[in-house]
C-alpha cells in the first residue's frame, strides 16, 4: 500500500508562483510515472503534467512554459512548479502515482487533493 502526502497549496495573487510537493511513502517496490491532475468547480479532472520514471515529462497546452514538474526517485517524491499564475489555474490539485508491484503490476494511487487559489 502507499500513501501520498501533499503539501503547498494555498492563496497567490495572479503572476504569483507556488510549489505543489507530493511524497509517497509504504511499501513500494518501484514508481512509474508521477502525475498532477486539478479539477476546478463543475469540471472534470484533467491531466495537468506527467513525469515518467525515466524523466521524460508532458503537459498541458494550458500550463505550458509556466509549470515545471519534476521529480526526486530517491525521497519518492514529486513536484510541482507552477509560475505566472493565472486565476484559470484556480482548483484542486492532485497527485497520482503509479506504483509497479514485484509482480509487475500497475496501481494508481491519489493524493487526497490541495487547493489552489489565484486571485485576480
Known amino acids: 500500500q502507499v500513501q501520498l502526502v501533499e503539501s503547498g497549496g494555498g492563496l497567490v495573487q495572479a503572476g504569483g508562483s507556488l510549489r505543489l510537493s507530493c511524497a509517497a511513502s509504504g511499501s513500494i517496490f518501484s514508481i512509474n510515472a508521477m502525475g498532477w491532475y486539478r479539477q476546478a468547480p463543475g469540471k472534470q479532472r484533467e491531466l495537468v503534467a506527467v513525469?515518467?520514471?525515466?524523466?521524460?515529462?508532458n503537459y498541458a497546452g494550458s500550463v505550458k512554459g509556466r509549470f515545471t514538474i519534476s521529480r526526486d526517485n530517491a525521497k519518492n517524491t514529486v513536484y510541482l512548479q507552477m509560475d505566472s499564475l493565472k486565476p484559470e489555474d484556480t482548483a484542486a490539485y492532485y497527485c497520482?502515482?503509479?506504483?509497479?508491484?514485484?509482480?509487475?503490476?500497475?496501481?494508481?494511487?491519489w493524493g487526497q487533493g490541495t487547493q489552489v487559489t489565484v486571485s485576480s
Open positions: 497520482n502515482v503509479e506504483e509497479v508491484t514485484g509482480w509487475g503490476t500497475e496501481i494508481g494511487y
Open positions: 513525469i515518467a520514471s525515466g524523466g521524460s515529462t
